[in-house]
């Protein structure tokens, strides 16, 4: 029998990693049918929200965001949705944006079925419209080589485009990919991983990451990550972009 008391999970000052042995549902209004982990959220001290929405048959999300975007991405299952009169079925690996003041409705999910979410305060940007709702899948076609390094691929899934400000990208490592540097920025991070495994330093600290595993890095939190296992490691991120660094 497993110690009740261990756990991957890790939460710092300025990092996070969570993964699913320490999950406790949550309850969001409008959201039935499922349950709702809460994986990043402002408490922690992140400036976005991250969840995991398990869905069972009969399932449905329904609301309108006010103030803050939403990102959807089908991580596993499939589920019919309807954004602003536009109906669509999204299957594993597919996703929708929905921008403020946009109702949207989940329904007939696949029991099962697993909606990734990143959800972040828009701030609009004078001369620029608010974005619209927008569709589209993960497609590795669609991932050219990141730093020239044939083991590492990114594709953008929302367009670079200051109306936008957040980006949604996934990062694909090949065997033994790791990152170029060890990066240093003003971006957060909340990521959720797909595929594989590997090892991530965050703050200069050292830990063992696989499929499932959430992890949020604060601004200028150091990080750098390594593939390790037979598969690629994939993993789906949201970082902040596009807006004056500073309220001076």
Not at 43 to 56: D, F, I, W
Not at 217 to 244: H, L
Request: charged share 15%; with cysteine; aromatic share 12%.
């Amino acid at each position: 029998m497993e110690i009740s008391a261990l756990t991957r999970s890790v939460v710092k000052r300025n990092h996070a990693v969570i993964s699913p042995d320490g999950y406790i549902n949550s309850n969001v209004p409008g959201w039935t049918g499922c349950t709702v982990n809460v994986i990043i959220n402002e408490q922690m001290g992140a400036r976005l929200c991250q969840t995991l929405v398990t869905l069972q048959a009969g399932g449905q999300l329904a609301g309108k965001p006010q103030a803050s975007q939403i990102f959807f991405y089908v991580v596993e299952g499939q589920v019919r949705v309807r954004v602003d009169g536009e109906e669509r079925t999204l299957i594993t690996g597919q996703f929708v944006y929905v921008p403020i003041g946009k109702e949207y409705l989940f329904e007939g999910p696949t029991a099962g079925t697993q909606l990734l979410t990143f959800h972040k305060v828009y701030e609009p940007l004078a001369g620029y419209e608010v974005p619209g709702v927008l569709f589209g899948e993960k497609d590795d076609t669609k991932a050219p080589v990141y730093m020239n390094d044939e083991a590492l691929r990114i594709q953008v899934l929302l367009p670079d485009h200051l109306g936008f400000d957040m980006a949604v990208n996934i990062f694909t490592y090949q065997t033994g990919g790791n990152l170029p540097m060890v990066e240093t920025h003003i971006m957060e991070h909340g990521l959720l991983y797909l595929q594989g495994q590997g090892i991530y330093m965050l703050d200069h600290e050292w830990y063992p990451i696989k499929k499932g595993d959430s992890i949020w890095m604060a601004p200028y939190c150091q990080q750098w990550f390594t593939a390790m296992g037979k598969e690629p490691a994939v993993y789906i991120y949201y970082k902040n972009v596009n807006r004056f660094p500073t309220v001076v």
